[in-house]
Nanobody, 129 residues
Framework: QFQLVESGGGAVQFGGSLRLSCAIS????????IGWFRQAPGKKREGVSC????????DYADSAKGRFTVSRDNAKNTVYLEMNSLKTEDTAIYYC??????????????????????WGQGTQVTVSS
């Protein structure tokens, strides 16, 4: 059975850092890309970052570039999102999700949430000023 479990969320002050983890089971990461998404109250869920081992690429939303880093630990089957210089607007529930890289439309817009089939339960990140 597929399972994605996020952890590492919490409360942090403006300018602080957090590292989120996504522990994955039941998926071969050679065929599944892992994305990070977030959803703030009253807003749509938006893509933050993606790591695709099938082509060795990472993608970032403009809001995350230069501050967030996505990485993967193969031995632990875990994907991380290192978040630095956090801002109050980063406050949201953060989700990790898996997308099948063999789908026809995978090559473009890897932060499109509708391309992701399996989701974790989310972890709350709160940044205070």
């Amino acid at each position: 059975q597929f399972q994605l479990v996020e952890s590492g969320g919490g409360a942090v002050q403006f300018g602080g850092s957090l590292r989120l983890s996504c522990a994955i089971s039941g998926l071969n990461l050679d065929y599944w890309a892992i994305g990070w998404f977030r959803q703030a109250p009253g807003k749509k869920r938006e893509g933050v970052s993606c790591i695709d081992s099938s082509d060795g690429t990472t993608d970032y939303a403009d809001s995350a570039k230069g501050r967030f880093t996505v990485s993967r630990d193969n031995a632990k089957n875990t994907v991380y999102l290192e978040m630095n210089s956090l801002k109050t607007e980063d406050t949201a529930i953060y989700y990790c999700a898996a997308a099948f890289v063999k789908r026809r439309d995978w090559g473009t817009d890897k932060l499109d949430r509708y391309k992701y089939d399996h989701w974790g339960q989310g972890t709350q990140v709160t940044v205070s000023s």
